[in-house]
């Protein structure tokens, strides 16, 4: 079983910063693309950045590029979003995934695995 445990999240005022971590875990797997989504209270899942894994591309949302950046440590099978300049509208449970073939890095139903999301709370 492939596990993704994220980690990182918290309370933090608008402006601020912060970096989340997902570690995974279990058997061994391969992976063409690593994501992170969020889901704020009565809205749809929405993708936030992934970074396909052998490359090290990387991909935003609108809403976070310039703010944000996806990055991974292939050694320890880790990949990370920092958060910068946070504002209120990206409070949310943020989500890591993982994409074991090639596919839509922007489409959460493309993604095989999922970790079991980390609260960003930010307050204005």
């Known amino acids: 079983q492939v596990q993704l445990v994220e980690s990182g999240g918290g309370l933090v005022q608008t402006g601020g910063s912060l970096r989340l971590s997902c570690a995974a875990s279990g058997r061994t797997f391969s992976r063409y693309a690593m994501g992170w989504f969020r889901q704020a209270p009565g809205k749809e899942r929405e993708f936030v950045a992934a970074i396909k894994w052998s490359s090290g591309s990387t991909y935003y949302a609108a809403s976070v590029k310039g703010r944000f950046i996806i990055s991974r440590d292939n050694a320890n099978d880790t990949v990370y979003l920092q958060m910068n300049n946070l504002k209120p509208e990206d409070a949310a449970v943020y989500y890591c995934?993982?994409?074991?073939?090639?596919?839509?890095?922007?489409?959460?139903?493309?993604?095989?695995?999922w970790g079991q999301g980390t609260q960003v709370t930010v307050s204005s």
């Open positions: 995934a993982a994409m074991v073939y090639s596919n839509s890095v922007y489409r959460s139903n493309d993604y095989h695995y």
